[in-house]
């Protein structure tokens, strides 16, 4: 069974600074998903990472994959308020068709002036 | 394409009522997938379908849970003789080959049991 550890799990940072999320998981996957969720909303797809050494970068947010350490990481650069949201990673293990997503704890992330 | 759609996004039940929860998936996702998110918790996986075939489900489905998408395109999510701990946002999920199985997520229902 597929387990997913994010830490921290409460991060308090200001504005300005630079910061780093970790995920990390127990089995082989196939893909892993970086999603936000604000307050009371659903989730809005941040990061599809396919393969080892894969990187993206969407504004101030970057995430990576290492497959061989089963970690992820998304890197938060010079934070502003609103990007103030809880941050989840879900790596994906295809069992047949079935991309089903295990989800980490979620990292709640504020930003304060 | 308006993304995929939930209806109701709140329903306030008593313990021991029946409810009913409707997913609309983007069109021509082939794949539904349902999970429930308590608070402060990440999604867990419910269940699966491909098309009109529920292809499976979590553990945690117990059998006062039923999913059904006929025909292929919504689903529904019933849950029988609810109970507080059924208390959650209950979320849906669509995908297929050409969003390369990336999930999109609904606004979710939000259930609370009274």
């Known amino acids: 069974e597929l387990k997913v550890e994010q830490n921290p799990l409460f991060l308090s940072m200001q504005e300005g600074k630079n910061y780093t999320i970790y995920c990390n998981y127990s089995?082989?996957?196939?893909?892993l998903y970086w999603y936000r969720q604000d307050p009371g909303k659903s989730l809005e797809s941040l990061f599809v990472?396919?393969?080892?050494?894969a990187v993206k970068q969407e504004g101030r947010l970057m995430a990576s994959l290492d497959t061989k350490a089963r970690l992820s990481t998304l890197h938060i650069t010079a934070a502003v308020h609103d990007l103030s949201a809880t941050y989840f990673c879900?790596?994906?293990?295809?069992?047949?068709?079935?991309?089903?997503?295990?989800f980490g704890k979620g990292t709640l992330l504020t930003v304060n002036p | 394409d308006t993304g995929v759609s939930q209806d109701p996004r709140h329903k306030i039940t008593k313990r021991g009522q029946n409810v009913t929860f409707r997913c609309d998936p983007i069109?021509?996702?082939?794949?539904l997938y349902w999970y429930r998110q308590t608070l402060g918790q990440g999604p867990e996986f419910l269940t699966y379908?491909?098309?009109?075939?529920?292809?499976?489900k979590s553990r945690l489905l117990s059998d006062r849970f039923s999913a059904e998408r006929p025909k292929g395109s919504f689903s529904t999510l019933e849950i029988q003789r609810t109970e507080q701990g059924d208390s959650a946002m209950y979320l849906c999920?669509?995908?297929?080959?050409?969003?390369?199985?990336?999930?999109?997520f609904g606004p979710g229902t939000r259930l609370t049991v009274l």
């Open positions: 990472l396919l393969s080892n050494g």
């Open positions: 069109s021509e996702h082939n794949r």
């Open positions: 379908f491909q098309n009109e075939a529920q292809l499976e």
């Open positions: 999920a669509s995908s297929s080959l050409h969003s390369g199985f990336e999930q999109f």
């Open positions: 089995t082989t996957s196939d893909r």
């Open positions: 879900a790596p994906s293990v295809s069992g047949g068709s079935n991309y089903k997503l295990t």
